[in-house]
């Protein structure tokens, strides 16, 4: 009997380098042989002053939830060039954003205030609120349900003659929820104009890659779906632009949808309730704290002669006075009531919902409505 052959190869990408993903820096920095940078050096400063600015918010969100100040936030940590590459080739001017919730510069640079946002994450309902004219749906927590969400307004922009694009955050682990792969199915049925960017950090919480999938790459599932799939070096902001960028030109034109695999890694905790230590061994964070993006674009940047420490240490500055300006407008609104989180359920309240804001509120003998 003839045995069938595997159609895929069975190697899978579990870390570190992968040799066949698109990258255009190397890990110190200096373009690989035969590359060209997309974009200016200006541009690339831009998008390093976006990456540096994501850091110390991180940094800063962290302390201030130590504090008691912040509820639960999931830090970009590491992840800086694999959100801030994508963010860079999007016009916030006409393209939508349908995030995850780790992908906080993306949606600044979108246009989303910073105190808006510190005030989701203190937990007030109206930080969830996006501002009338920014194209961002809010933050979604429940994992993948951005995804159909994101293909339905990518379908009406395209059935409105719009040449505008919908790019959508997904995580690895979140990848194996069926909202994913129907999601994907069907945009590459009706060939919506959107950019699905799955962001392989190394865990779904304490959940490891090599138990996600048996798949040899995330990217290669894209063959299914009938559309491109394509694997970056997500910690090279360069080559994540780039990627996106002509992923963006394609749907924009016509071209239907593509999936990139961002290979990037989270170098923090999930969140501020998790403790990776419990299932990170402290040599493999080691290891890839070494390949962080951020020293690796400053390198280049420093390389093409685009900054120098005074130049850099003006950036850093400038970035840690408009982080303690967002903290002080948002900490001195108005301070959020139990009740609210009804407010923003329902158009119309229903009665179950109106039994448990009196229950909240102490205002009703449990059972009456
Ligand atoms: C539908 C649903 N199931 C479970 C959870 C709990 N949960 C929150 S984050 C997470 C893991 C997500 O991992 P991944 O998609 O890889 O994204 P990452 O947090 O690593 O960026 C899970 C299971 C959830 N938020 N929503």
């Not at 400063?45 to 600015?53: C, I, Q, T, V």
């Not at 379908?155 to 682990?173: E, H, I, P, S």
């Not at 992923?247 to 990139?260: K, N, Q, S």
Request: glycine share 8%; proline share 6%.
């Amino acid at each position: 009997m003839t045995r069938v052959k595997a159609i895929v190869p069975l190697r899978s990408f579990e870390g570190g380098a992968d040799p066949d993903a698109f990258r255009l820096l190397d890990a110190g920095g200096a373009l690989v042989k035969g590359a060209v940078a997309p974009l200016s050096g200006d541009a690339a400063l831009e998008g390093y002053r976006w990456m540096l600015l994501s850091r110390a918010l991180d940094e800063r969100v962290v302390s201030l939830q130590r504090q008691g100040r912040i509820g639960t936030y999931s830090a970009v940590y590491g992840q800086e060039a694999s959100v801030v590459g994508v963010s860079l080739a999007l016009d916030p001017a006409r393209d939508w954003i349908f995030p995850q919730y780790r992908e906080a510069p993306a949606l600044l640079r979108h246009g989303m205030p910073m105190s808006t946002l510190l005030l989701y994450f203190i937990g007030n309902p109206l930080g969830a609120r996006v501002p009338d004219g920014v194209l961002l749906a809010p933050i979604q927590i429940s994992i993948a349900a951005q995804l159909p969400h994101a293909v339905g307004m990518a379908l009406g922009l395209k059935m409105q003659d719009r040449d505008a694009v919908v790019v959508t955050f997904v995580g690895d682990g979140a990848s194996s929820e069926g909202d994913f792969h129907e999601a994907l199915n069907l945009a590459g049925l009706v060939r919506a104009p959107v950019v699905f960017v799955l962001q392989n950090n190394g865990y779904a919480i304490s959940t490891p890659r090599s138990k996600q999938t048996a798949a040899a790459s995330f990217a290669c599932r894209a063959e299914g779906y009938g559309m491109p799939g394509v694997r970056v070096d997500g910690n090279d902001l360069l080559a994540v632009y780039q990627v996106t960028h002509e992923a963006v030109e394609r749907a924009r034109t016509g071209g239907g949808p593509t999936l990139i695999e961002s290979q990037t890694y989270r170098l923090y905790p999930h969140n501020t309730a998790d403790d990776q230590s419990r299932y990170v061994p402290p040599e493999e964070l080691e290891a890839r704290r070494l390949e962080d993006p951020l020293p690796r674009l400053r390198n280049y940047l420093s390389s093409i002669g685009a900054i120098n420490e005074a130049s850099e240490e003006q950036l850093r500055a400038a970035v840690a006075e408009e982080i303690t300006a967002a903290v002080s407008a948002a900490e001195a609104s108005a301070r959020s009531t139990p009740d609210q989180i009804f407010d923003y359920v329902y158009a119309s309240p229903t009665p179950r919902v109106i039994r448990q804001r009196a229950e909240i509120t102490g205002n009703a003998k449990i059972g009456v409505v």
